[in-house]
């Protein structure tokens, strides 16, 4: 039972163009979204996060909307650049007594120069 | 850099072993978080330590088991080895439990390969 998705595996993009992101959640319970950015043999980067109370949420070239009523978030990067390509996971955090981030299986993105 | 610390690297071992990963935590978080990454899969949740007490579980095997010492540090114990336990394991830490805006920063990783 996914309760976090990331329906695409990948996404090629632009330099200098947006880069969406799309994620979907099935859990009511979930209170706290972030994203985070993986480089091969890393460990996750946090870049940022958005609480349930709140539609968007912005930093720098990086903003994340969600959609409470439709149980979806994104992450716009703008402009995007080479270095941006990585893999991309989007996470929730319940609000029961288990504050354990779930994980979505990540995408893809490769910003073409 | 996030500050957590995770040691070692990399890991070879045979079935049927018993190895220990090691996590240090950013200066200040309370929270030790384990999770286990393997081929084709995202993050999944093992376990969550706060402040030296178990706090959370996740789906984590009876043959594994966890702990955090008064120094905050974190041992996650993997026995009986098997070659599906092969896989990158992260050690993540906050400064709280987890409610409100508590983000997890996530280490380097381990790499364990069971042969």
């Known amino acids: 039972d996914q309760q976090v998705k990331q329906n695409s595996p990948s996404l090629s993009v632009q330099e200098g163009r947006i880069s969406i992101l799309n994620c979907d959640y099935t859990?009511?319970?979930?209170?706290?979204f972030l994203w985070y950015k993986k480089y091969p043999a890393e460990g996750p980067t946090f870049l940022i996060s958005?609480?349930?109370?709140?539609d968007k949420n912005e930093d720098g070239r990086f903003t994340v909307f969600l959609n409470k009523s439709a149980k979806h978030l994104s992450l716009h990067i703008v402009p995007s650049q080479p270095g941006d390509s990585a893999v991309y996971f989007c996470?929730?955090?319940?609000?029961?007594?288990?504050?354990?981030?779930?994980f979505g299986s990540g995408t893809q993105l490769t910003v073409l120069p | 850099d996030s500050g957590v610390t995770q040691t070692p690297k990399h890991l070879i071992t045979a079935t049927g072993q018993r190895v220990t990963l090691r996590c240090s935590p950013r200066?200040?978080?309370?929270?030790v978080y384990w999770y286990q990454q393997s081929l084709d899969q995202g993050l999944q949740f093992l376990i969550q330590?706060?402040?030296?007490?178990e706090r959370a579980k996740g789906n984590i095997l009876e043959r594994f088991s966890a702990q955090q010492f008064p120094d905050l540090h974190s041992e996650l114990n993997l026995s009986s080895l098997e070659l599906g336990d092969s896989a990158l394991y992260f050690c993540?830490?906050?400064?709280?439990w987890g409610q409100g805006a508590d983000t997890q920063y996530f280490g380097p990783g381990t790499r364990l390969t069971v042969l």
């Open positions: 996470a929730a955090r319940s609000s029961g007594s288990a504050r354990q981030l779930t």
């Open positions: 993540a830490s906050s400064v709280r």
């Open positions: 200066s200040g978080d309370l929270s």
């Open positions: 330590y706060y402040n030296g007490e």
């Open positions: 859990n009511s319970m979930f209170d706290y």
């Open positions: 958005i609480s349930s109370i709140k």
